[in-house]
């Protein structure tokens, strides 16, 4: 008989139903019409009942299936008993019958901790720029982010009513990513995806010194991501301490399976080990293809005033 799929593999496709669960979560709430907004720091950090609906569901399914993974969600939450209703039992069975790269294939449970950002572009949603929002869930083994899942749930949401609304971006590393079409950036073209929402001084002069034919601004690292494997950006950059590691680690394994790269502003790799600490003080530049180009070009001025 077939050996049982290996623990990632396992988890990957929970994470990819549980995922699909979130979006409709995510849809409910809206359509419902009462967001239940609450400031977190200021106007740029929001709640919405969403987010904590979300991240309970996330983190409640995925703990009941591998208990003794280490889940580390945005939003700070009580542990109360979670109703059953926000329980996805299920997975993705064609996640499971692909082979688990050979490095990955004897993972314990606590050797992985998952990175979940149960709305990434909150602010976003609750001015309805519904194709901003994902849904991150990011694995990481040994520091290192090495699988992900990203569910836009409101992918399509302009296509008209008949169009199939959602979509759910997996990747591994070793394996590839799934989900959408690989493209690249229009070659010679410097189109720079940043911020929409947290724009400052530094933001916009590291911007300028890559000379950009043009800039995108938008909300959410999962959607910018995408933006460079969809091939409408040929880099992100945002020079700015704002981001965690929720935020990146679903990103940085999707991008890292199709050979792009993702780093702080620096250069330097990201950790994702437990007890690290959630900021990304040091800004992202992540890109699909040419990284070097891009990275030689930062100032120095604003790798200075950006400290890990």
């Excluded at 542990?79 to 996805?88: A, C, F, K, S, Y």
């Excluded at 940043?194 to 000379?211: D, G, K, P, Q, Y």
């Excluded at 940085?252 to 003080?281: C, W």
């Amino acid at each position: 008989s077939m050996a049982s799929p290996a623990l990632l593999m396992r988890v990957v496709a929970s994470a990819y139903s549980v995922a699909e669960k979130a979006a409709t979560i995510v849809r409910n709430v809206m359509s419902a019409g009462d967001l239940g907004i609450v400031e977190k720091a200021g106007p740029n950090d929001l709640q919405t009942k969403a987010d904590r609906l979300v991240q309970m569901s996330i983190c409640a399914s995925l703990a009941r299936k591998f208990p003794k993974v280490t889940i580390i969600g945005e939003e700070e939450l009580p542990t109360d008993d979670v109703t059953e209703e926000l329980i996805e039992h299920g997975h993705c069975e064609e996640i499971l019958k692909k082979p688990c790269p050979a490095q990955y294939t004897g993972i314990k449970e606590e050797e992985l901790v998952i990175w979940v950002d149960p709305l990434d572009g909150t602010k976003e949603y609750t001015e309805g720029l519904l194709d901003h929002v994902t849904v991150l869930i990011g694995i990481a083994y040994g520091g290192k982010a090495i699988a992900g899942v990203i569910n836009q749930p409101y992918y399509n949401y302009e296509a008209g009513a008949d169009a199939v609304l959602g979509r759910t971006i997996w990747g591994v590393l070793g394996m590839g990513a799934f989900g959408f079409q690989l493209t690249e950036a229009p070659a010679g073209k410097h189109i720079i995806v940043t911020t929409r929402s947290h724009s400052s001084a530094l933001v916009n002069e590291c911007i300028s010194a890559l000379n950009p034919d043009s800039v995108i601004r938008v909300g959410g690292a999962g959607n910018k991501v995408i933006q460079l494997i969809e091939g409408k950006a040929s880099a992100y950059v945002f020079a700015s301490p704002g981001c965690k590691k929720w935020d990146t680690c679903a990103p940085e394994a999707i991008l890292h399976a199709v050979g792009g790269k993702l780093t702080d502003i620096r250069g330097n790799a990201f950790q994702y080990n437990k007890e690290v600490k959630h900021m990304n003080s040091a800004g992202v530049l992540a890109t699909l293809r040419n990284y070097d180009y891009y990275a030689s070009r930062i100032p120095n001025t604003v790798k200075q005033s950006l400290v890990p």
